[in-house]
């Protein structure tokens, strides 16, 4: 059994769409949740989200709307977005971060169309899984919270969603393919061209201002 850590923030549609795609994975591989703010991520890593470049941000939610489209996954997005996810990754966690809770909340958002601050949905969410909004404030949760944004940071996580496997990351919806070669031991990752892809030396460096 190959220990997988996958990495999410129930901000990314990304996250969801993967969310609902890991039950395609090896049945040898062992998931363990783990919700982490991106946020920490961007700002560790010196970087901003696809949402705040305002020509990405329209090709990432159409992207989006056409994967669900192509894979069958009901999609309807929040409100507006970004959006506060703190109160859903400690609910998570509060809750044992099981696949079941995942889905859920993942569903809550991006097929439900809802958001933490809608209140008669939120209390409805919190009334289904006999959650408190106290779960919410432990100290427990938020540490735990923390020390997922500290590993995925010293696992190279550096976007939502990653799965770690092996010490090795694969990062984004499109390499759910990737990964499964990886947990079948497929050949490929033996090959010369994997290898040169490993050792490309950097070139030109663009200038920041």
């Known amino acids: 059994m190959q220990q997988l850590d996958w990495y999410f923030d129930f901000i990314s549609p990304f996250s969801c769409l993967q969310a609902e795609r890991l039950h395609t994975l090896s049945t040898d591989a062992d998931i363990r949740f783990k919700p982490i703010l991106f946020a920490g ?17 329209t090709w990432t939610f159409e992207h989006c709307a056409w994967l669900a489209h192509q894979h069958g996954i009901p999609m309807k ?25 995942v889905l859920r909340l993942f569903r809550y958002v991006w097929r439900d169309g809802h958001l933490p601050t809608d209140a008669e949905p939120w209390h409805a969410l919190l009334q289904e899984l006999h959650a408190t909004p106290e779960m919410l404030e ?36 499109d390499a759910t393919d990737m990964l499964q070669a990886w947990l079948r031991n497929d050949p490929f990752f033996q090959s ?12 030109l460096q663009r200038e920041r201002k």
């Open 41 to 57: 991520l961007l700002n560790h890593w010196g970087n901003i989200g696809p949402a705040e470049i305002p020509v990405k941000r």
């Open 138 to 173: 432990s100290p427990n949760v938020k540490q735990q919270l923390r020390a997922n944004g500290e590993q995925a940071i010293a696992a190279n996580v550096f976007g939502v969603p990653t799965a770690v496997v092996g010490g090795r990351t694969f990062w984004g919806l």
């Open 77 to 101: 997005p929040p409100a507006h977005h970004p959006f506060n996810p703190l109160p859903l990754l400690r609910l998570c966690l509060a809750l044992g971060a099981t696949q079941d809770v």
């Open 192 to 203: 010369d061209l994997f290898k040169q892809a490993q050792q490309l030396p950097q070139g």
